[in-house]
């Protein structure tokens, strides 16, 4: 986007806010003036706690580790909130599309990240049970290790506490928290590759390239890159944010969450090819010390990134019934009740793998591909040549396909999923739990003589 010759001032957060309360009074328009990349795209007295900008990128980084890659489109949803005078996703969708875009939007960005808390909830009930096992003396069976006992009170201790904050800037050092535990499990992911991975027996056709249930990884990817429900939120807590500034905070978040998504995926699928389960450290085996820590710094980092996503769920519930506002009293119910529900859910589901899948075709897509390139359409006046406006012209119908036939793919051919279960290759002598060749029922045999040395 090209910045014009004088500045333009928006509306505060707090009078947007207001206007999309939607209690009988039309949708208040702020007003248009020339845009200035070197000009603020909040008001200055909003938010009086800044972050700097390496706190700024800790939190976009944790939030697409903890669900994955940034794409193209987190510039374009700025750009379009530049064009439109507005400083939330919802009120730039607002005043693109009127209040049925608005209404549609806030659905998809509330289910979003409330389905992500479920998942977290999931992954460190899961993980952390097995390393609390792996204490000494402890009954497998004890019901304080168990995975609802460990939801119950990772979510009293640590993500209510940190979701009740008000000023999503706090979570800067939760966030560097977070990606720095990350670090380490990626070590301890590439360690596992080298010298467990020769021993796990490989599926057939394990190095066949898009199979034709490959759409179903675009819906688990979509819900790994997005980071769009919490942009805004993001690049507001910047020291004066501009679209300048946040693309080159955009352009090193991509390069570091590639880089960890990339070795993580690689590693894992190299390591157990077809086996990879949709939690991979439900893939090891439960007496391997290393993977034990790994574990352990897997929950931790899963239960940091929670509270990003709770920041989102309250605040369209407050845009959508509150004028945008919360009173203190308000915020702790809200907060408290979002995340019970969250909770309570969480305890009912034990499958990850369709989790990630129907929330990425259902929601994920739609933020990520269809919704920031049709607005970013409608609002911008550059020539349909222009670079942007091609890359929205791909984005769109693409982001269409993936979410049509994402679902049609994911209630038809679901994941299988094991949870809480060991896989075949950690049981000694044990060929009942396989359906492989007698070649595999080979390596099976060698490997749990192997299982000693590889796991201890």
């Not at 947007?16 to 328009?29: L, S």
């Not at 990134?305 to 945008?324: D, H, K, L």
């Amino acid at each position: 986007m090209r910045a014009g010759p004088r500045r333009q001032h928006l509306l505060p957060p707090q009078d947007n806010r207001a206007a999309m309360g939607y209690q009988r009074q039309d949708p208040v328009i702020p007003p248009q003036r020339d845009l200035d990349d070197r000009e603020t795209l909040v008001s200055e007295h909003e938010y009086k706690e800044k972050t700097c900008q390496s706190a700024a990128l800790f939190n976009v980084v944790n939030s697409i580790i903890g669900s994955g890659i940034i794409d193209f489109s987190l510039i374009l949803l700025i750009k379009g909130g530049a064009l439109s005078g507005t400083d939330t996703y919802q009120s730039l969708v607002n005043k693109t599309f009127g209040f049925p875009g608005y209404i549609l939007l806030s659905v998809l960005q509330f289910l979003y990240p409330f389905i992500a808390m479920i998942s977290y909830n999931i992954i460190a009930g899961d993980t952390l049970s097995k390393v609390f096992q792996r204490i000494p003396g402890v009954d497998p069976e004890n019901v304080f290790i168990g995975r609802h006992f460990i939801i119950g009170l990772s979510t009293v201790t640590f993500t209510l506490p940190l979701s009740l904050y008000r000023n999503i800037a706090k979570l800067g050092k939760v966030s560097l928290i977070s990606t720095g535990l990350t670090t380490l499990i990626l070590g301890i992911v590439m360690a596992k590759a080298i010298s467990l991975g020769p021993h796990i027996p490989k599926t057939e056709d394990a190095w066949v390239f898009a199979k034709p249930n490959a759409i179903q990884a675009v819906g688990v990817m979509s819900f790994a890159f997005i980071c769009h429900h919490n942009s805004f939120l993001v690049y507001s807590s910047l020291e004066e944010p501009t679209v300048a500034k946040w693309s080159r905070l955009i352009h090193m978040s991509i390069v570091i969450s590639v880089f960890i998504c990339i070795f993580f995926a690689t590693c894992g699928y190299l390591t157990f090819t077809g086996f990879t389960q949709g939690d991979l450290f439900e893939n090891y085996c439960r007496n391997d010390d290393l993977v034990t820590f790994g574990r352990f710094c897997y929950g931790v980092t899963v239960i940091l990134t929670y509270p990003m996503e709770c920041f989102v769920t309250r605040e369209v519930i407050a845009n959508v019934f509150f004028g945008g506002n919360l009173s203190s009293v308000f915020h702790i119910v809200v907060t408290v009740m979002v995340i019970t529900v969250a909770t309570l859910v969480s305890l009912l589901i034990d499958c990850l793998g369709i989790v990630l899948e129907l929330n990425g075709v259902l929601c994920a897509t739609p933020l990520i591909f269809i919704i920031p390139s049709a607005c970013y359409l409608k609002l911008s006046e550059e020539p349909r040549t222009h670079s942007d406006k091609i890359m929205s012209y791909v984005m769109l119908p693409i982001g269409a396909a993936v979410m049509v036939f994402g679902f049609v793919m994911a209630i038809t051919n679901p994941q299988d999923c094991t949870h809480g279960q060991e896989m075949f290759y950690c049981f000694p002598d044990n060929f009942s739990l396989t359906n492989t060749s007698e070649s595999h029922i080979q390596q099976t045999t060698q490997l749990s003589i192997l299982n000693i040395s590889i796991f201890q």
